[in-house]
């Protein structure tokens, strides 16, 4: 107790945490105002808010989630090179060979995690018709949230370059060759021509565009890398920061009027 | 019967382990029948069920084919007969209903537990039968099994307080919810949820992780097509509609609807009731229609497209190998052939080769005419025709350009059940199928 006491009263605790310790009332207000990490929160809440019955905790535990994909991600970063060369075999050299080799698991599983638990997510709010007025505008925030998940999902597929990956992207991917107009084998791109020369062919249609080659390959793996590690999860916080800074500006979690 | 004896030993563990959780679970609920809520038959029940759970445990734990519990061979064999792409989908739909429609019923804790019971128990038996262990067993599959008990129980926990708050409203009383809206400090109370769900996911996406090896296959070869060929498991809902669209509808126009529908619904769903707490009543028809687009057809076609489809995108009930070599016969027909040459008996009209440009393009006009017709009258004709009809109060509510929205939604996404129901009724392949602009519908 003394020594608790002796840390919480030294200089360098009191410069970090720049509140007293949360015991009294007083203090419980003022931790959550002065904290950077608390203040995203309200001071106090209605009881139904929190009530598990009612949110699930779905929300906050996607974003714990991204949090645990985030980290187990970076980490995987260090070992991962995203060539034909050494992306297959730095993966197995992570089971392998790296001591507490469950990293990929835990990246991939909480992966599928926050799939499921976005989808779980959106289920109660809608169920709680939490999507009406005033928090339409945040809904829509969350179906793009919705989207770049999965395409977040989509894009990590890849990484491995076993058989798995390379076949699933592919079905996926041989999608967009039949955009509409887009797409070289896609309804109507016979009629974009310019003095006969065909516009769409399979090196500029839109699955050209996905996939940056003809079929899944090293530029591909590249591509997806990038999507993957940088472009998707930068898009994801952003929109995260407005979903959070919705949440409370449109009145907090919602309730009956 | 060789290969089934080692597949049973290699389970045994698992399933002893599995059942051993199932009576662990029933002993605590049978605890806390017994002392918080009063409630000793049901506590007598469960612990028997516990008792037996442990019997079963013990029985797997042997792993050898005589006393390994599992359902019998008749049984897997006329579940494997009775099932395909219609029985599935229409015995989901008739389960949904019904689970719908008595969900006061349904939402009785002990009802709502003998289910859970019971789908756990067949789930143990099933997984001895080493073709469907097989296949639920796939280290990418384990968490659409998660996804189906989890939804199960969200939406019994959801559904449960919608029914308690439908039943407070019609006496006149608030929501259950509003009658908790005293303020509460969010340090400690939130912040100590939170904290403890954190706790709780990462133990067990460790647990996870450590039981449960991440897949790995043969490096990636662009010669050998694996077959099936599949897409990650939260697209095969999308995969399993390319057996009755082409990709381009299926695979791109589909998909790009069902993201612009939902961003469309807060802004097409008028109903000011609803808004923070469960109910049904008050909002039937939004929840019928999301229920309908979600449970029905993205969640029970992921099921389908990852645990029935097999190599070359058969069908495979859930207890069946999956043969490459399985057949299905199709002979489905385009609705211009059923018209043309079923209906009067005539060829196809075709123009010849060297015929100018507006004959080649009226006589493709001709011959899709029916289908044209169709799908126009289906899209243009439809949505007037239900304003003034079925519609008639939503429309006076919402105002053309918000009912043409979502009256057009609606008949999308009712393409699809009408186009399987289509299929399997007459053999549809395409309404309307223009080769020359590869325009296939
Ligand atoms: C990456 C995915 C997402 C994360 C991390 C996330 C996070 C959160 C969190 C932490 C909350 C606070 C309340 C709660 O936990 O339920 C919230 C509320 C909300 N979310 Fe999300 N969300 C995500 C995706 C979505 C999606 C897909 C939708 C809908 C399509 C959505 C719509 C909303 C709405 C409307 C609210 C306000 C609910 C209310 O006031 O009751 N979010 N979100």
């Known amino acids: 107790m003394a020594i608790g006491e002796t840390i919480r009263n030294s200089q360098i605790w009191k410069s970090i945490f720049r509140h007293p310790m949360?015991?009294?009332?007083?203090?419980?207000?003022?931790?959550?105002?002065?904290?950077?990490?608390?203040?995203?929160?309200?001071?106090s809440i209605k009881k139904q808010g929190i009530a598990l019955s009612f949110t699930w905790c779905m929300g906050g535990v996607t974003f714990f989630l991204f949090l645990v994909e985030t980290v187990t991600g970076v980490l995987l970063m260090f070992y991962y090179r995203p060539t034909l060369e050494w992306a297959y075999n730095d993966i197995l050299a992570l089971r392998d060979v790296t001591s507490l080799g469950i990293l990929r698991e835990l990246h991939r599983w909480g992966a599928h995690a926050m799939v499921i638990t976005t989808w779980l997510h959106m289920y109660r709010v809608f169920l709680t018709g939490s999507y009406k007025p005033p928090r339409e505008f945040n809904w829509v925030i969350g179906v793009i949230l919705l989207l770049l998940t999965l395409l977040l999902s989509f894009t990590g597929y890849l990484l491995p370059w076993d058989q798995l990956a390379i076949w699933a992207i592919t079905v996926g991917s041989n999608m967009a060759r039949a955009t509409p107009l887009l797409g070289y084998e896609g309804p109507g791109q016979q009629l974009l021509t310019i003095g006969g020369l065909?516009?769409?062919?399979?090196?500029?249609?839109?699955?050209?565009?996905?996939?940056?080659?003809?079929?899944?390959?090293?530029?591909?793996?590249?591509?997806?890398?990038?999507?993957?590690?940088?472009?998707?999860?930068?898009?994801?916080?952003?929109?995260?920061?407005?979903?959070?800074?919705?949440?409370?500006?449109?009145?907090?979690?919602?309730?009956?009027? | 019967?060789?290969?089934?004896?080692?597949?049973?030993?290699?389970?045994?563990?698992?399933?002893?382990?599995?059942?051993?959780?199932?009576?662990?679970?029933?002993?605590?609920?049978?605890?806390?029948?017994?002392?918080?809520?009063?409630?000793?038959?049901?506590?007598?029940?469960?612990?028997?069920?516990?008792?037996?759970?442990?019997?079963?445990?013990?029985?797997?734990?042997?792993?050898?084919?005589?006393?390994?519990?599992?359902?019998?061979?008749?049984?897997?064999?006329?579940?494997?007969?009775?099932?395909?792409?219609?029985?599935?989908?229409?015995?989901?739909?008739?389960?949904?209903?019904?689970?719908?429609?008595?969900?006061?019923?349904?939402?009785?804790?002990?009802?709502?537990w003998s289910l859970f019971n019971v789908a756990l128990l067949l789930m143990g038996l099933s997984m001895a039968d080493q073709n469907f262990a097989l296949i639920v067993m796939k280290a990418d599959n384990v968490p659409i099994v998660g996804l189906v008990f989890l939804l199960a129980f969200f939406t019994w926990v959801a559904t449960k307080q919608a029914v308690v708050n439908d039943e407070r409203m019609l006496r006149g009383e608030p929501p259950i919810e509003k009658v908790n809206d005293e303020k509460v400090l969010v340090w400690p109370d939130l912040v100590y949820t939170e904290l403890i769900c954190m706790i709780a996911v990462t133990a067990f996406l460790l647990a996870w992780a450590i039981l449960l090896p991440a897949p790995?296959?043969?490096?990636?070869?662009?010669?050998?097509?694996?077959?099936?060929?599949?897409?990650?498991?939260?697209?095969l809902g999308l995969q399993e509609m390319l057996v009755y669209f082409d990709p381009w509808y299926a695979g791109v126009v589909l998909p790009s609807l069902v993201i612009f529908g939902?961003?469309?619904?807060?802004?097409?769903?008028?109903?000011?009731?609803?808004?923070?707490?469960?109910?049904?009543?008050?909002?039937?028809?939004?929840?019928?229609?999301?229920?309908?687009?979600?449970?029905?057809?993205?969640?029970?076609?992921?099921?389908?497209?990852?645990?029935?489809r097999g190599p070359n995108w058969n069908f495979f009930g859930p207890f069946e190998y999956w043969s490459p070599y399985k057949v299905e016969v199709l002979n489905n027909v385009?609705?211009?052939?059923?018209?043309?040459?079923?209906?009067?008996?005539?060829?196809?009209?075709?123009?010849?080769?060297?015929?100018?440009?507006?004959?080649?393009?009226?006589?493709?006009?001709?011959?899709?005419?029916?289908?044209?017709?169709?799908?126009?009258?289906?899209?243009?004709?439809?949505?007037?025709?239900?304003?003034?009809?079925?519609?008639?109060?939503?429309?006076?509510?919402?105002?053309?350009?918000?009912?043409?929205?979502?009256?057009?939604?609606?008949?999308?996404?009712?393409?699809?059940?009408?186009k399987m129901i289509l299929r399997w009724t007459v053999n549809l392949k395409y309404i309307v199928s223009i080769p020359e602009i590869s325009l296939n519908f």
């Open chain 1, 22 to 43: 949360p015991l009294d009332r007083r203090n419980r207000i003022v931790v959550m105002l002065t904290n950077f990490f608390l203040h995203l929160h309200p001071v």
């Open chain 1, 198 to 257: 065909d516009m769409i062919t399979d090196g500029s249609d839109a699955r050209f565009g996905l996939l940056g080659a003809r079929f899944v390959g090293e530029e591909t793996l590249n591509r997806f890398y990038v999507l993957h590690c940088i472009a998707i999860p930068l898009a994801v916080a952003l929109l995260l920061a407005i979903h959070f800074w919705r949440v409370r500006k449109d009145g907090g979690i919602s309730g009956p009027l």
């Open chain 2, 1 to 112: 019967m060789h290969s089934n004896e080692l597949f049973l030993k290699d389970v045994a563990g698992f399933l002893g382990g599995y059942y051993a959780a199932i009576a662990i679970m029933n002993g605590i609920a049978a605890l806390i029948l017994w002392q918080r809520k009063h409630q000793p038959v049901w506590a007598v029940i469960w612990t028997t069920f516990a008792c037996v759970m442990m019997v079963l445990g013990s029985l797997a734990l042997s792993g050898s084919e005589a006393t390994v519990p599992s359902l019998p061979e008749s049984v897997r064999n006329l579940v494997n007969t009775l099932s395909g792409p219609v029985n599935y989908t229409v015995g989901t739909t008739v389960l949904l209903v019904g689970f719908f429609v008595y969900r006061k019923f349904f939402v009785q804790p002990m009802v709502a």
């Open chain 2, 216 to 235: 790995l296959e043969e490096p990636a070869s662009s010669v050998k097509t694996p077959n099936p060929s599949k897409a990650p498991w939260y697209f």
């Open chain 2, 262 to 308: 939902l961003m469309a619904l807060p802004y097409i769903d008028f109903n000011k009731k609803g808004n923070g707490y469960y109910t049904i009543a008050e909002r039937k028809f939004a929840y019928l229609t999301f229920q309908f687009g979600f449970l029905e057809l993205w969640i029970t076609l992921i099921i389908l497209g990852t645990f029935l």
């Open chain 2, 334 to 418: 385009d609705l211009p052939q059923m018209f043309w040459i079923g209906l009067f008996d005539r060829p196809l009209p075709l123009a010849a080769a060297d015929s100018p440009w507006y004959v080649q393009i009226g006589t493709i006009l001709l011959r899709e005419a029916p289908g044209l017709i169709l799908v126009g009258a289906y899209l243009v004709l439809l949505p007037p025709l239900m304003a003034v009809t079925i519609f008639r109060r939503y429309y006076a509510k919402m105002g053309l350009i918000r009912y043409m929205v979502m009256a057009n939604l609606m008949l999308l996404m009712l393409s699809l059940p009408l």
